[in-house]
């Protein structure tokens, strides 16, 4: 069992916790990911590792609320256990060698931007921060994203918050001003890694996207996961989550995304019935 | 006066009609009658020939004696002197091809039923067996078993009634390997491997689950912790794709994706946390086990029409003969001699609407000895779909090869091990199961686990001379 030692809500729904694992506190490295059940009888979700302390043994994950499992989570609290907690998956992110670098966060994306940005920080790369959010009222971790980067654009999509713009707009016009990019990472919906590929492929900057694929064991036991990249199968949980943003079929893991929707929307209205109940009683 | 009936006494099962609704276990095990009837059939022969057929060596005339006296927990306790995991290897052990193809009495007539004896009895001993499980006395040494499959199983076992502190990692949230998330609850209720892996646990084996070794921990680091001899029985966990066009709609499975949701996470049941797409026309591309255990869990969710898609004859089946008869009592239907070519599917939906298949005729035979499918000109065909599971076979997991230096493996990707110890190219590192031979069965995966727990025993103590 591990033990959830705090929780803290980011915007209404989405929050973070850390949790008590050692085992994969010990060699989680950035762009890494667990997959947790919550209890016996839940499913196996995917999860980013947003932060770690080795010495204290402790992994931070920032959740939305989007479905049934997630909603179960969001209900546990601080002192509460999960059921099953496995990692580090997926191989780390590759962010040696890179001298200037702009990371592109979309929503919750960004929970998993930040650490990205925190490492190269640290290493020394100039890190130019585009966080994307739909409002202001769902803006998360922006102090923390202002320490980790050198320069940080915060954008909504409806201007209640910082410019209104899209992310791609601001990486268009950074490349544009002649910003000399190592690399771009973009983290966040699949429909705006796609739109990142798309504005970086005509300048031909190499662009690390991190996909967010349905899986199931994570370990590469069952293909749930794949994706076509350059034309080839490759699996999420153990080629990736990295991967080179110009030769991913965005559009075909999109559709894969979608796969179990309607089961999914049955699922979070059944949890909510449950609630209901809960409450009733 | 033995009994000299030429056939097995039969096997109680469900009615096909019935069963392929439900994922209740299809033969449900002789009765004690049953038991004594059938093993009377046994004619104790000097040169035992049924045990040299059994990869971990029961004692076979003996239990079965034990049997037709009635003294069935004395017979269990004479299997588990080599076995140990009699109640899973009596269901799923191919005893055709193995101590059942050795039986005098199959020269004319029916072998013995030894598995279905080898089953009984270790069933009455779950039932009945109340004696408490003795922890060995230490022997003050710390070894390490990768992965909970039968491999490793069987050698946690072994090296914990030697009295060594055994840690098993797992990398899923159960043990059990593909006891747990491959072989149906029809075929294996998953409480039995259950109770036989709380055995292990009274034994003293120690079981950390979600742990990734290659990424929780290398090999090698479990070395730094302080275990002395480590056994790799990680399997053959990776499925292979068939790389035709269309492999990625939504509906289309490898067979290791759609068992795992099926078994381990019971997404059979109405109200499971896992999704699955219950399709009413499936398709399972292949003709082993894995394919017959595919089709059947299909139709028990509901599909009306499933196919085995088979590009080779019904003679070539690499299947049990069992498992292909009860999957044709249960309405799976077979196309023999057809090979997938293109899997379709609806643009917008991108779900899966069929899938182009090519009628095949046998050529010359192949490397393997076994004739080639050749394709016929001009024969292609559609079936329509709404599924399509890939069983067509799969591969050690490159992470435990990748991250382990100095292990050497073969370009199928599986780890280089003597057969007769299990010892690798790295000193210390033992290996068994289908992580050495590629996808194979539970019982030689069982026989390499017991070999290797010698072989380390042997390994640890001489070092420690």
Same mark, same amino acid.
């Given at each position: 069992m591990y033990k959830i030692l705090e929780k803290k809500t980011l915007n209404a729904n989405t929050k973070q916790m850390v949790i008590d694992a050692p085992h994969v506190a010990k060699k989680a490295q950035p762009g890494q990911f667990i997959i947790l059940r919550v209890d016996e009888d839940g499913e196996r979700i995917p999860l980013t590792i947003a932060s770690y302390d080795r010495e204290k043994g402790t992994i931070m994950i920032i959740f939305q609320e989007v479905g049934a499992t997630t909603k179960k989570l969001g209900l546990l609290n601080e002192g509460d256990c999960l059921h099953d907690f496995v990692g580090p998956l997926g191989r780390a992110s590759?962010?040696?060698?890179?001298k200037k670098v702009a990371v592109v966060g979309g929503g919750l994306g960004c929970a998993i931007a930040y650490p990205q940005a925190k490492a190269l920080h640290e290493m020394g790369a100039e890190v130019d921060l585009i966080a994307g959010f739909r409002n202001k009222d769902i803006i998360i971790l922006e102090d923390e994203m202002r320490a980790a980067c050198t320069n940080l654009h915060l954008v909504t999509d409806d201007g209640s918050n910082g410019r209104k713009a899209l992310v791609t707009q601001v990486l268009k016009e950074l490349i544009d001003a002649g910003n000399q990019y190592d690399a771009v990472i973009a983290i966040g919906p699949m429909i705006m890694m796609k739109f990142v590929a798309e504005t970086t492929r005509p300048y031909g900057i190499k662009t690390i996207v991190s996909m967010n694929s349905t899986m199931v064991d994570g370990t590469g036991m069952c293909g749930g996961c794949r994706l076509s990249v350059g034309g080839e199968i490759k699996f999420a949980c153990v080629d990736g989550p990295d991967f080179d943003g110009h030769l991913v079929d965005f559009d075909e893991s999109m559709r894969r995304s979608a796969m179990y929707k309607k089961q999914e929307a049955h699922a979070v209205e059944a949890h909510e019935c449950n609630l209901h109940k809960m409450e009733v009683k | 006066m033995a009994n000299m009936s030429l056939t097995k006494v039969p096997m109680p099962e469900q009615d096909p009609n019935v069963r392929n609704k439900n994922f209740e276990e299809v033969a449900t095990g002789y009765t004690a009658e049953m038991a004594i009837e059938e093993a009377t059939r046994c004619l104790n022969c000097k040169n035992k020939p049924c045990v040299s057929g059994c990869p971990v060596g029961v004692q076979i005339p003996e239990f079965i004696a034990l049997v037709a006296e009635g003294k069935f927990l004395e017979a269990a306790a004479k299997i588990k002197e080599t076995s140990a995991l009699p109640a899973v290897c009596g269901r799923v052990c191919p005893q055709e091809s193995q101590c059942e193809c050795k039986?005098?009495?199959?020269?004319? +007539?029916?072998?013995? +039923?030894i598995g279905r004896l080898e089953r009984f009895v270790a069933d009455y001993a779950m039932a009945h067996d109340t004696a408490e499980i003795v922890k060995p006395e230490p022997n003050g040494h710390k070894v390490a078993v990768v992965g909970a499959g039968p491999a490793g199983l069987t050698c946690a076992g072994d090296l914990a009634r030697k009295g060594y502190a055994v840690t098993v990692f797992e990398?899923?949230?159960?043990? +059990? +390997?593909v006891l747990m998330y491959g072989i149906p609850e029809f075929r294996l209720p998953k409480a039995i491997v259950q109770k036989e892996i709380d055995n292990l646990k009274a034994l003293g084996v120690e079981f950390v689950l979600n742990f990734v070794v290659g990424r929780s921990e290398t090999i090698d680091d479990l070395f730094a912790d302080g275990y002395e001899a480590i056994f790799v029985g990680s399997g053959a966990g990776l499925p292979t794709f068939m790389h035709v066009p269309g492999e990625n709609y939504n509906g289309v499975y490898s067979a290791n994706e759609y068992l795992t949701r099926v078994n381990l996470m019971k997404a059979y049941k109405e109200d499971a946390a896992t999704p699955i797409l219950r399709a009413k026309r499936v398709a399972v591309v292949g003709g082993g086990n894995v394919a017959m255990d595919a089709a059947r869990s299909a139709k028990r969710m509901g599909a009306e029409e499933v196919y085995i898609v088979y590009r080779r004859g019904e003679a070539e089946l690499p299947a049990r003969l069992e498992e292909i008869h009860h999957a044709k009592e249960e309405g799976i239907v077979f196309k023999f001699l057809t090979a997938p070519v293109e899997v379709l599917g609806d643009p917008d939906t991108y779900l899966v609407t069929g899938m182009k298949c090519q009628q095949m005729e046998l050529g010359e035979p192949d490397a393997s000895g076994r004739r080639r499918p050749v394709p016929v000109e001009g024969s292609e065909f559609v079936l329509d779909l709404d599924a399509v599971i890939v069983a067509i076979g799969t591969s050690p997991n490159p992470l435990i090869r990748s991250t382990t230096p100095g292990l050497e493996t073969n370009k199928r990707g599986c780890i280089v091990a003597d057969d007769e110890h299990g010892i690798t190219s790295k000193d210390g590192v033992f290996a068994g199961g289908d992580a050495v031979t590629g996808a194979a069965t539970v019982i030689l995966a069982m026989g390499a686990g017991k070999r290797a727990a010698a072989a380390m025993d042997e390994y640890v103590q001489n070092k420690n001379k």
């Open positions: 590759e962010l040696e060698g890179l | 039986c005098v009495r199959a020269i004319k +007539g029916e072998a013995v +039923g990398a899923l949230h159960t043990a +059990g +390997g």
